[in-house]
């Protein structure tokens, strides 16, 4: 990200020679983005049109609102919704974002958020059996002591007893010692039991606030 990418242009103070990569700000906001794992496309939070969502619109920027004590006292939530691309993701997103711009300052290299692609964790789980990756091992461990993370398309694959092991480990452990959680997905209870099994979906379904969206896929529809 460049500097005239930032993001607090027109609300944050510039020096007199505009804005600079030597910014702290900025160069904590960058740090923690790019150790949450965020794909860098979705680092500018996008901006969605509510349309039939804007019950859950609501409640979600009052979550947002007061993300840093949300995040402390260990909140969970589930976005779901039957259709796609109608902003679960984003949202989840835009809440870790919040997170980071309450806590940044003087964060060091602390790692406070993680966003996790769950179809994607799970095949760099299978494959660092055989092909170890420190990096990838160093996130693992994140996950259990991070502030806050982002479980994506948690319910898009029915999982083998080996995944169904994996993911209870750590969302147990986070549930188990306070951690906030935000998990997305496009099933219902029942549909959560049958893909993650009775014990996982009671772990998230029964610990976590539910926000459903009931638009349709609005992929590109965005307002100023």
């Not at 909140?75 to 711009?101: E, H």
């Not at 959680?181 to 099994?197: A, C, K, P, S």
Request: proline share 4%.
């Amino acid at each position: 990200m460049k500097p005239e990418e930032c993001w607090y242009l027109g609300v944050c103070p510039k020096s007199p020679g505009g804005c600079s990569n030597t910014c702290l700000r900025y160069i904590e906001m960058l740090n923690l983005v790019q150790q949450s794992n965020i794909p860098e496309s979705k680092w500018i939070p996008l901006k969605l049109r509510p349309g039939k969502d804007r019950p859950a619109f609501i409640r979600l920027q009052e979550i947002k609102d007061d993300i840093e004590n949300w995040t402390k006292s260990g909140g969970s939530l589930y976005i779901y919704s039957d259709a796609f691309g109608n902003g679960k993701t984003s949202w989840a997103i835009k809440l870790m974002l919040a997170y980071f711009n309450e806590v940044w300052a003087g964060n060091g290299f602390r790692r406070r958020g993680i966003f996790v692609s769950v179809p994607e964790f799970m095949d760099r789980n299978r494959e660092i059996i055989n092909n170890r990756d420190e990096e990838f091992v160093k996130m693992r461990e994140d996950l259990l002591k991070c502030d806050l993370v982002i479980w994506d398309d948690i319910t898009s694959i029915k999982l083998t007893d080996f995944n169904h092991a994996v993911l209870l480990n750590y969302i147990d452990a986070r549930v188990l010692s306070n951690k906030a959680n935000i998990f997305t997905g496009n099933v219902d209870h029942e549909g959560m039991v049958r893909n993650l099994g009775g014990r996982l979906a009671s772990r998230i379904w029964n610990a976590s606030e539910i926000v459903q969206f009931v638009d349709q896929d609005k992929r590109g529809v965005y307002y100023d």
